[in-house]
């Protein structure tokens, strides 16, 4: 067999190009690092105007923190351990106007959350329609009206001191059914079952004139009632809270560049736009240049012919406070009606909101209030 040589057979030639390619490849693999340097920028400073508005929002918090410490209420832990972290990421380097906003956002939503889960509107209707039933019997008119008029400090005394009872068959047969009626309307509602149990259980104890079971169930209308009474203190400060973080939005987005207030005044001329605000409370009084005569004039009281008019009168003023209110009250309407409809920014909100709250007709509102009382 003859041996066949593969170069005379097919003769390789490389490419004319090649050489360069493999050169130009090879200036091409020097030029590219080996490994990717490291971004060097660093996150913007704090804003000191949102780091101020997360301070206010911290320090407002202190109401509910100690309305924690009263008592037991993980669900008030959790909300406000949820709010105090959202404060400190408002502190953080880099957060911007638009984040910061975000954020106050997500705190609003929590708490307004926080406030449908309490179904404070509903245990309110359940403990009024039980006391209004127990209001039938004379000896539990006075924690029966307690109960239906709201006023649980009052309703839960009456109920912890309610002792053995005497009722007549028919009042009693009475007051159990009505009792039984609230408790099944109680049972349907969307609030607190055990308020339901409670009435049946005592509706149960008038109806067989047990003593024992009556003011069992007292007890725990009078527990259930502590517990609204303090729900709706809460309420009271998460609507407060809301108010706040409403107005650290409007805060957060001033356009004023003032850092602080400088109590001197100056009289020289600047090139420079609002980069200071002046509270111009010290220096001397402002020099008029004039000559100012002061004369003190005396006379002599006697009988004689006088002339008197009456400028305004007391039904003129209650007159002029009455349109003057109707007016406020007309603007005001069709201000929070253009609130609602356009979209107006959060600062120009807050501070129509004041304007109409600094113009409120207070006295003419006091009186009326006097009047009434």
């Known amino acids: 067999m003859n041996r066949v040589e593969p170069e005379a057979v097919a003769p390789y030639k490389a490419p004319r190009l090649l050489p360069g390619a493999i050169v130009a490849a090879a200036v091409v693999l020097s030029l590219v690092p080996l490994k990717q340097d490291e971004a060097a920028a660093s996150p913007a400073a704090p804003d000191e105007n949102i780091v101020a508005q997360a301070e206010e929002i911290a320090d407002s918090l202190k109401e509910l923190v100690e309305e924690l410490h009263k008592a037991v209420d993980p669900e008030l832990e959790k909300l406000l351990r949820e709010l105090k972290e959202k404060a400190a990421e408002l502190k953080e380097p880099g957060v911007d106007v638009k984040e910061a906003l975000a954020k106050i956002s997500e705190m609003q939503a929590a708490i307004q959350s926080a406030q449908s889960q309490a179904r404070l509107e509903q245990v309110d209707q359940q403990l009024q329609e039980i006391g209004e039933a127990m209001a039938s019997a004379k000896a539990l008119e006075g924690a029966g009206q307690a109960l239906a008029e709201g006023k649980y400090d009052k309703a839960m005394k009456e109920l912890a001191d309610l002792g053995d009872i005497e009722l007549e068959r028919n009042e009693a047969r009475n007051t159990a059914e009505k009792l039984k009626k609230a408790a ?35 007890k725990q209308l009078g527990e259930k009632a502590k517990e609204q009474a303090r729900k709706k203190k809460i309420n009271d400060l998460l609507n407060a809270e809301l108010a706040s973080l ?18 001197t005044k100056t009289n020289s001329p600047s090139q420079s736009w609002g980069m200071g605000e002046s509270g111009n409370i010290d220096g001397d009084t402002t020099n008029l240049a004039a000559n100012v005569n002061k004369e003190q004039v005396t006379g002599q009281a006697g009988e004689g012919e006088s002339e008197f008019e009456t400028s305004s009168s007391s039904e003129g003023r209650q007159e002029a406070q009455r349109g003057y209110q109707e007016v406020c009250q007309k603007y005001k309407k069709m201000s929070d009606a253009v609130l609602e409809s356009e979209s107006i920014p959060l600062g120009h909100r807050q501070t129509i909101r004041k304007y109409f709250e600094s113009i409120r007709p207070q006295q003419a509102e006091e009186a009326a209030a006097k009047k009434s009382e």
């Not at 309307?185 to 009556?214: F, H, L, P, T, Y």
């Not at 409403?246 to 109590?263: I, R, V």
């Open 184 to 218: 099944k309307r109680a049972k349907g509602d969307a609030g607190d079952g055990s308020i339901s149990d409670a009435a049946n259980e005592m509706a149960e104890g008038v109806e067989d004139e047990d003593a024992q079971k009556v003011t069992g169930a007292a």
């Open 246 to 263: 409403c107005e650290c939005k409007g805060n957060c987005q001033k356009n004023s560049t003032a850092k602080n207030k400088k109590k």
